[in-house]
């Protein structure tokens, strides 16, 4: 039996679901994310079909509370009540639906002033339809990094529901590295939020290569003074992959840095649409905001959409983004080819040069994942 | 050397005279005919009816109407609550003769209006060929000679389709802006009265700009200006166009419609000075259809308003065909500019640059809104797109919504954007040297907006730079 608290969150999200139609994922004026191949019933079957994801945890540090998220809500539920779904950006039809659903999770607390040396890693392999939480609470100055990999063999089609809340408390400072590489026919919704207070970091580095269809949204709300996050991720899309990827940071307070760094690759008849926004509110001078996003489209069939929006309501900011969309051109490939390389071997090369910056900053064991992957990917 | 440049910098912000009379002063109207407020069929009848019009004219007009009346105000820009549809005089005809071509055929407080605004001294000095518009009517229209003797026609809209009834219903609101595009355009369809209708014939250069300048001076009025410019094979024509009204407590409507055809090889240069009073609503629609290698300009400047939306559009339709967009949105107390650029690369080879610059001042809120596309089968397109907001006070607000949808892979895509306010330093510099804080500002501010100001007609820098001055005064202390 589930804590009425619980339970009363669940009735109103599954209230707020019903009232709420599929979204259509239309942006700008034209530009719309099809996902018309996941019927309804596929979703709504998640209710009474999940199958619990297999979770492996490494973690080294004895002080650290790290377990089974319904777990948690029996044995810490003063650590977990303040904090699950209190920063999911609502209302929206599939993130109501998960906080109605959801399945499964883990829960990780991190004592204040802990600082660990090497990096929690949460190894998730599909078992089935699921819907599973992953809440994290940085106590005041603690750190460290968490390493999530997410993976799958299963047959689909499925979908599948994940999402992440960092809380991270005054001073504290969380890394969090994602991958995930599902077949390519499922339907993955993934809510990534993190709440930043006072002089706290927030850093996420998100690698979306697998599924058919991504649906995904980063959020950072940089609500404390001194604030700082950044969004690091990348998409690598072949076949008929679609990524529909947000990246979000709000800067609520003053003296606050946002970074977000895209970087996209798209093969075949791949497609992607990027959302960024940075929005540095009223109360929020002396901020910094930057916007990055760059996509390399390798195939005639690929398809690269983007809207890197800027909402700006302080003047004593700096702020800049910037977009790019580029292709491997002939010259650069028969400049590498006039040395004796492959044009295969040529086309890697190239794609390896514009990654590279993105794929060093993860850190092992994540970089040698992605580079292989990559390396397997490349025909 | 620094100082040499700078002294003469100083001179010239301080010889703009700021005269706000010019542009403020208010003749009676006097209307010989006026559809009173509000629209119905009754009114696009009437309005039909007094123009003499061809039946299909009044049928498309009807139609407009009817799909304008099923379709509801738009919501995903600025806040259009307010804008009280039914307390706009859609049509009035002011009390003078219609294209006139001597000056001194016009009534004596109009012709003053024109002469305080300069646009006689322009004519005389620079210009191919120029119209004025006041209210629902053009009152002056002239071309040069020389011009005529070579095919070039240059015609008040309502003029042109009595004239040259087979160009106007192939090129009227047909392919370029179909009455159906949107709200505002069907509005447009409905009750469209004056404006400018230019046709260059092939491989004719006019070499001097055509201006027309658009005057609204009655309270609560509505205009709805057409503009149709052709530009035949190989030909090449630089259109001005400015437009002012007096400030008054009702609200104006401004629902102008631009429809550009660049045919191969041709090139147009679409400069627009817009200084709309802050109780106007500027809902404007422009675009072009550029054919191979054929090249389209907008300069776009929007000073007025209290909204504008406003999305200068380029089809680059033909093989080779191109872009370039220069935009400047001003908004102070009160006023929103939801302003952009809008590109679609339909054929092979295109090219197109947006740069946009906008300043917020006081509450003013400034949006860039873009769109840029490029489609299946449009291969090896660049496209630059640059946007620059400066927010001068901490209310200010200033949004940047590109948006960029590419269809093809061997496309070359760069944007590029950044938001920021005057630095200290940069204001500490300029009044170590002497200029008060309040000529450093200004000075700050010309220098953000030169790369846009030195593109337009001398009359036209000298005007927007004036604008931008009124607007800048008092923003010290």
Same mark, same amino acid.
């Given at each position: ?16 679901h019903?009232?709420?139609q599929?979204?259509?994922?239309r942006?700008?004026l034209? &530009? ?34 790290i ?20 920063i &999911?950006?609502?209302p ?5 639906f998960?906080?109605a ?12 002033q802990?600082?660990?040396?090497s ?21 005041d ?6 390493i ?9 089609p499925?979908?599948?529901s994940?999402?992440t ?22 339907f ?18 998100d ?13 950072s ?12 991720? &990348? ?19 003053s003296?606050t ?13 791949a ?6 926004l940075?929005?540095?509110?009223? %109360? ?6 930057y ?24 003047? %004593? ?42 794929i ?5 064991p ?14 | ?6 002294d003469?910098?100083?001179q ?18 006097r @209307? ?5 407020e ?13 123009? /003499? ?12 109407f009817?799909?304008?009346n ?29 294209n ?13 209006? @024109?002469?305080?605004?300069? *646009?006689?001294?322009a ?28 095919g070039? *026609?240059?015609?008040?809209c ?9 160009? @106007? ?9 179909p009455?159906?595009?949107?709200? #505002?355009?069907?509005?447009h369809?409905a009750?469209?009265?004056?404006g400018?209708?230019?046709y260059?014939p ?6 001097a700009?055509?201006?027309a ?9 509505g205009?709805?200006? =057409? ?19 007096p400030l008054?407590?009702?609200?104006? !409507? ?8 660049? =045919?191969?090889g041709?090139?147009v ?10 109780r106007?609503?500027?809902? /404007?629609?422009?675009?072009? *259809? ?5 090249? $389209? ?15 200068p559009c380029?089809?680059l ?10 935009? *400047? ?6 006023q ?20 946009s ?6 509450n003013?809120i400034?949006? #860039? ?5 490029v489609?299946?089968?449009? =291969?090896?397109?660049?496209? /630059? ?9 901490e ?12 269809k ?5 895509i760069?944007?590029e ?10 204001? #500490?510099?300029?009044?170590s ?10 000075? $700050? ?6 790369p846009i100001?030195k593109e !337009? ?15 800048m005064?008092g923003?010290?202390g």
């Amino acid at each position: 039996m589930e804590p009425v608290w619980l339970q009363q969150e669940r009735e109103s999200a599954r209230k707020a679901h019903a009232g709420l139609q599929w979204p259509n994922f239309r942006y700008g004026l034209t &530009m719309r994310m099809d996902y018309s191949d996941l019927p309804p019933e596929l979703v709504e079957a998640c209710v009474s079909q999940q199958t619990t994801q297999q979770t492996t945890i490494e973690c080294a540090d004895e002080s650290v509370i790290i377990m089974p998220l319904k777990e948690a809500i029996e044995k810490h539920s003063k650590l977990v009540e303040p904090y699950l779904f209190k920063i &999911m950006a609502m209302p929206n039809k599939f993130a109501e639906f998960h906080r109605a659903f959801w399945s499964s999770g883990t829960f990780v607390y991190i004592p204040a002033q802990v600082e660990l040396e090497s990096p929690i890693v949460i190894r998730k392999s599909l078992a089935g339809s699921n819907i599973n939480h992953t809440l994290i609470v940085a106590d005041d100055a603690s750190a460290a990094t968490i390493i999530e990999i997410a993976d799958g063999q299963q047959n689909g089609p499925l979908f599948v529901s994940n999402a992440t809340e960092i809380i991270a408390k005054a001073n504290s400072s969380i890394r969090f590295i994602s991958t995930q590489n599902y077949p390519q026919n499922i339907f993955h919704f993934d809510y990534k939020n993190a709440e930043i207070d006072q002089d706290a970091q927030v850093h996420w580095h998100d690698c979306c290569l697998g599924s058919a269809f991504t649906h995904s949204t980063i959020h950072s709300l940089l609500n404390g003074i001194g604030s700082e996050s950044t969004i690091k991720n &990348m998409f690598l899309g072949s076949n008929q992959q679609r990524f529909d990827i947000g990246a979000q940071i709000v800067h609520g307070a003053s003296h606050t840095h946002g970074n977000i760094e895209t970087k996209g690759i798209l093969m075949d008849s791949a497609k992607n649409m990027y959302r960024g926004l940075i929005r540095i509110e009223r %109360d929020a001078p002396n901020s910094k905001g930057y916007q990055k996003e760059d996509v390399l489209m390798l195939s005639p069939e690929t398809e690269a959409n983007s809207i890197p929006q800027l909402e700006i309501e302080n003047n %004593d900011v700096k702020c800049s983004h910037a977009a790019t969309t580029t292709h491997v051109d002939k010259e650069r490939l028969f400049y590498l080819m006039a040395r004796g390389i492959s044009e295969t071997t040529a086309r890697k090369l190239f794609v390896r040069g514009f990654i590279e910056p993105f794929i060093q900053q993860l850190g092992s064991p994540v970089t040698a994942f992605i580079e292989d992957h990559i390396e397997q990917r490349l025909v | 050397m620094g100082e040499d440049k700078m002294d003469g910098s100083v001179q010239q912000v301080q010889t703009i005279e700021i005269d706000r009379e010019r542009i403020d002063h208010k003749n009676e109207p006097r @209307f010989t005919k006026t559809t009173g407020e509000g629209i119905t069929e009754d009114v696009v009848r009437a309005i039909s009816a007094e123009k /003499n019009e061809p039946e299909w004219m009044l049928q498309k007009r009807l139609k407009a109407f009817e799909l304008f009346n099923k379709t509801p105000i738009p919501t995903w820009g600025p806040d259009l609550s307010k804008l009280n549809l039914n307390k706009i005089v859609y049509y009035a005809k002011p009390d003078a003769k219609e294209n006139a071509t001597s000056w001194e055929e016009l009534p004596a407080d109009i012709r003053r209006t @024109f002469e305080r605004l300069g *646009i006689p001294e322009a004519e005389r000095n620079a210009l191919a060929g120029t119209g004025t518009q006041y209210e629902s009517s053009v009152v002056y229209h002239k071309l040069k000679e020389e011009w005529g003797k070579k095919g070039v *026609i240059f015609e008040n809209c309502d003029v042109a389709l009595q004239k040259h009834p087979e160009l @106007f219903k192939k090129y009227f609101m047909t392919n370029c802006v179909p009455i159906s595009d949107h709200k #505002f355009a069907m509005l447009h369809g409905a009750v469209w009265s004056g404006g400018t209708f230019i046709y260059i014939p092939p491989g004719v250069k006019v070499t001097a700009p055509l201006q027309a300048y658009f005057r609204m001076n009655a309270p609560g009025l509505g205009q709805f200006e =057409h503009t149709l410019i052709i530009a035949d094979k190989g030909a090449e024509v630089n259109y001005v166009e400015g437009c002012s009204i007096p400030l008054y407590d009702s609200t104006n !409507l401004h629902a102008g419609c631009v429809e550009i055809y660049v =045919h191969e090889g041709a090139r147009v240069r679409y400069n627009s000075v817009e200084n709309w009073s802050k109780r106007t609503y500027n809902l /404007n629609t422009k675009r072009a *259809i550029v054919e191979k290698n054929g090249t $389209i300009e907008w300069i776009n400047g929007n000073n007025g308003s209290q909204i504008t939306m406003l999305y200068p559009c380029s089809i680059l339709k033909g093989e080779g065909a191109k872009s370039d967009f220069l935009g *400047i949105a001003f908004a102070s107390a009160g006023q929103h500019q939801d302003t952009g650029a809008k590109v679609i690369h339909l054929a092979s080879h295109t090219t197109s640059t947006t740069r946009s610059k906008s300043i917020s001042k006081e509450n003013g809120i400034t949006t #860039f809104r873009g769109l840029l596309k490029v489609a299946k089968d449009a =291969h090896h397109c660049k496209a /630059n797109i640059q946007c620059d907001a400066l927010m001068l006070n901490e209310e200010s607000k200033s949004d940047t919504i590109p948006c960029m949808e590419i269809k093809n892979s061997s496309a070359d895509i760069a944007h590029e954007a950044t938001v920021g306010k005057i630095g200290a330093e940069q204001l #500490f510099y300029l009044m170590s040297r002497g200029l008060s804080a309040e000529q450093a500002m200004q000075m $700050i501010v010309s220098g953000f907006i030169e790369p846009i100001v030195k593109e !337009l007609p001398l009359e036209y820098a000298v005007e927007l730079n004036k604008l931008i001055q009124l607007e800048m005064e008092g923003s010290v202390g």
